[in-house]
T-cell receptor
Framework: DAKTTQPTSMDCAEGRAANLPCNHS???????VYWYRQIHSQGPQYIIH???NNETNEMASLIITEDRKSSTLILPHATLRDTAVYYC?????????????FGQGTRLTINP | NAGVMQNPRHLVRRRGQEARLRCSPM?????VYWYRQLPEEGLKFMVY????????ESGMPKERFSAEFPKEGPSILRIQQVVRGDSAAYFC????????????FGDGTRLSIL
């Protein structure tokens, strides 16, 4: 599995954009980048995923560098409810071996 | 659309008893995954199943743990002769067919061993 590196913690002011970086320098050409978050002790929530193009959905945007060695998750207008641990995961994509490998993630705190 | 349903939400067992955790995947999803989160630790993969087949059980402890996903009904994670160290949150996820489809998680079962 390609390993990912994320900052341990980040702070962001409510209403501002939260930019969460992730390094995945050993990613393979056919591996996707997935982002999940876990609010308190709830189940992980899927946010977004991408291969090489930038992606956007109702929750967030994902910016992947051209060399695919890093990516940034953007929450455009952070709210207090976005306080959570955010996980960047490079998916083991071989058919039949599709487990997610969670690292320590980034603990994002949104401040009022 | 109903999400991944897990029950019970909380389960208390005494040492030596059996624990059965159930997971109903999202409608249209045929792949089920189980993960465990020990207190103050990250999520760890346990097992990946498709209907009536175990595809990857590389994260399952060798003894006392088993999982199934029958043709009809929910997926079951079974822990026999529970010990204090089994206390954890157990999360189930499901996904549809397709290598790159994201997994969607349930809210978990909190297992406490007395």
């Amino acid at each position: 599995d390609a390993k990912t590196t994320q900052p341990t913690s980040m702070d962001c002011a409510e209403g501002r954009a939260a930019n969460l970086p992730c390094n995945h320098s050993t990613i393979s050409g056919n591996e996707y980048v997935y982002w999940y978050r876990q609010i308190h002790s709830q189940g992980p929530q899927y946010i977004i995923h991408g291969l090489k193009n930038n992606e956007t959905n109702e929750m967030a945007s994902l910016i992947i560098t051209e060399d695919r060695k890093s990516s940034t998750l953007i929450l455009p207008h952070a709210t207090l409810r976005d306080t959570a641990v955010y996980y960047c995961i490079v998916r083991v994509g071989i058919q039949g071996a599709q487990k997610l490998v969670f690292g320590q993630g980034t603990r994002l705190t949104i401040n009022p | 659309n109903a999400g991944v349903m897990q029950n019970p939400r909380h389960l208390v067992r005494r040492r030596g008893q059996e624990a059965r955790l159930r997971c109903s995947p999202m409608k249209g999803h045929s792949h089920v995954y189980w993960y465990r989160q020990l207190p103050e630790e990250g999520l760890k993969f346990m097992v990946y199943l498709q209907k009536e087949n175990i595809i990857d059980e590389s994260g399952m402890p060798k003894e006392r743990f088993s999982a199934e996903f029958p043709k009809e009904g929910p997926s079951i994670l079974r822990i026999q002769q529970v010990v204090r160290g089994d206390s954890a949150a157990y999360f189930c996820a499901s996904s549809p067919v397709g290598d790159w489809q994201p997994q969607h998680f349930g809210d978990g079962t909190r297992l406490s061993i007395l």
